[in-house]
C-alpha cells in the first residue's frame, strides 16, 4: 500500500510517498481502508526527535494520527464493530504507548496510508454519524478531542474574559465557537485576513501575535513550547488560569509568576471526552485544505512552513 512515511530523524522535507506492507489486525484490534486523513503539528514531533530521548522510533515510520474510514478486518475478540462499518478516529503511534495517559490507549500504524491498524477497545474510536463527511470526521480526531478537553477543563463562566493563542490552527478554530458558547469574552490571536474567520467562529477581538492584552481571566496556549509561556502568563490577572496543550508541561518558573494557575490539558483523557462525544456535540473543523495521498509529503511541509488556518485533510 501506499503511505507518507519518514525514514530517519529529520524535517518533513525529508518524507517520502512508498510503497510499505499493509498491516495486518491483532486480537482487539481493527484494519480500516482510510477515506481521509487530517494532518496535525504533533505529528512531526516524533521524526523530527523532539522526543528521541525517551522513544525509540522504528522507521519507516508512517506518518498520522487522525483518520475516517471503513471497516475491512476484525482481529480475534472484537465486539461492537463489523467489516464494512464507517469509522473515524484518533490513534497515537504504537510506540508512543509508554506516554499514554489512557488504561485503554488508542494506538494505530499510521493514518497516512491506504490501511491503517487500530485497537477497537478504546473511546477514541467510533462509528461515524451519518451526517458527519470522512473529511471533517477525520479533521475532529486531535482537534476536536483536545477542544473540547480545553473547554471542559477551564470551565469557562459567562463574562469572563479568555485570551486563546494559537486561535487560527485546527484545534483553535474548533474550540472558539465552544469558549464563545459558554458566554466568554474571546480575544483571539491571529493575522489580519484572519479576523473575519475568527470573529464568525465566535472572537470578540483579534490581535496580532504577542501583542496581548492584560488582565484577562484565562489564557488558552495552543501553539507555544511550555518552556516560553511568560509573556502568555503575563497577560492574566491575579488568580488567573493558564490552560496549555503543548510539551513540555508548564512550570512556575518558565511562567514566572506565582499568582495564576497553569495546566498542562491533553487529549488522551477519556473522562474529558470521546469520539461520540465530539460527534454529538456536533462540532465541525475549519478545512483549508484537502489534497490526495500523492500530495502528503508537500502538505506536511506547508504544515511545517506556512501559516495555518484551519485543518489541512488528505482524502484518499
Not at 522510533?57 to 506518518?63: C, N, S
Not at 487500530?118 to 482537534?143: I, K, N, Y
Not at 485544505?289 to 489541512?312: C, D, F, M, Q
Amino acid at each position: 500500500m501506499r503511505a507518507v512515511v519518514a525514514t530517519g530523524y529529520g524535517p518533513p522535507e525529508q518524507f517520502s510517498l512508498a510503497e510499505v506492507p499493509i498491516p495486518e489486525p491483532g486480537p482487539g484490534q481493527l484494519q480500516v481502508e482510510v477515506t481521509a486523513a487530517a494532518l496535525n503539528p504533533a505529528d512531526l514531533a516524533l521524526p523530527r526527535g523532539d522526543l528521541r530521548s525517551m522513544i525509540d522510533l522504528p522507521f519507516p515510520h508512517v506518518l498520522g494520527n487522525d483518520f475516517a474510514g471503513t471497516v475491512t478486518t476484525l482481529g480475534e475478540g472484537v465486539s461492537g464493530f463489523a467489516a464494512g462499518d464507517e469509522i473515524f478516529g484518533h490513534a497515537v503511534p504504537r510506540v508512543m504507548r509508554p506516554m499514554a495517559a489512557s488504561d485503554r490507549p488508542s494506538l494505530g500504524t499510521g493514518t497516512l496510508a491506504e490501511y491503517v491498524v487500530v485497537e477497537a477497545g478504546t473511546p477514541f474510536v467510533a462509528h461515524r454519524p451519518a451526517g458527519l463527511p470522512p473529511a471533517e470526521a477525520a479533521a475532529l480526531g486531535t482537534s476536536g478531542l483536545t477542544a473540547r478537553a480545553v473547554a471542559i477543563t477551564a470551565a469557562v463562566s459567562p463574562g469572563e474574559t479568555v485570551l486563546v493563542v494559537g486561535a487560527t490552527g485546527g484545534m483553535g478554530t474548533v474550540l472558539l465557537p465552544l469558549l464563545s458558547a459558554a458566554g466568554a469574552t474571546v480575544v483571539a490571536t491571529g493575522r489580519p485576513g484572519d479576523a473575519g474567520l475568527l470573529r464568525e467562529l465566535g472572537a470578540t477581538d483579534v490581535i496580532g501575535y504577542g501583542d496581548y492584552p492584560a488582565g484577562v481571566d484565562v489564557a488558552v496556549n495552543l501553539v507555544v513550547p511550555g518552556t516560553s509561556l511568560a509573556p502568555v502568563a503575563a497577560a492574566l490577572r491575579s488568580g488567573g488560569r493558564l490552560y496549555t496543550v503543548t510539551f513540555p508541561p508548564p512550570r512556575p518558573e518558565w511562567i514566572g509568576r506565582d499568582d495564576v494557575s497553569s495546566q498542562l490539558v491533553l487529549d488522551t483523557n477519556a473522562t474529558l471526552g470521546t469520539m461520540r462525544d465530539v460527534a454529538a456535540d456536533g462540532l465541525r473543523p475549519h478545512i483549508s485544505a484537502r489534497r490526495p495521498l500523492s500530495e502528503g509529503v508537500r502538505a506536511y511541509i506547508e504544515l511545517a512552513n506556512e501559516h495555518t488556518v484551519g485543518k489541512r485533510v488528505i482524502v484518499m
